[in-house]
């Protein structure tokens, strides 16, 4: 009796640790906005108005972080930034560090046009845009 009943207690705290689980995943989401004033990065209409740019106005310091942006090129490489799928799109001889916002699928070799916000300089010290749009050519 004692051996049948190991194994139920046992199936039995493990369907009770499960339903935990998903309830501490839904009090951990939270919904981030960006503050008042300011353009939010993963919001298409904020970068409606956005102007084309080029990749030597961006790494040369001409555009203000916090601008809209529009800028093209080719995806060079998929990478990770933590929160969104990025990668770093190239004219072939300057590099962007995009940060998906969006997560259009994109692959290596893609031609892209990115609508997003500059946010400055990311680590790898290259201009950073968070892309809430982004058109796969």
Do not use: W
């Amino acid at each position: 009796m004692v051996k049948r009943l190991i194994p139920f207690l046992l199936i039995l705290s493990l369907a009770a640790c499960g339903g935990e689980n998903a309830e501490l995943t839904e009090e951990g989401q939270t919904e981030v906005t960006a503050p008042e004033g300011e353009l939010d990065p993963t919001a298409p209409e904020d970068v409606d108005e956005a102007e084309p740019t080029t990749f030597t106005a961006l790494t040369s310091g001409e555009i203000a972080e916090g601008d809209a942006v529009i800028l093209a090129g080719t995806a060079e490489e998929l990478t990770d930034d933590g929160a969104f799928p990025a990668f770093i799109l190239t004219d072939g001889d300057q590099q962007v560090f995009v940060r998906n916002m969006a997560e259009t699928p994109v692959e290596a070799g893609d031609a892209v046009t990115v609508h997003g916000i500059y946010d400055g300089v990311a680590e790898e010290d290259m201009p950073l845009i968070s892309a809430s749009v982004i058109e796969v050519d």
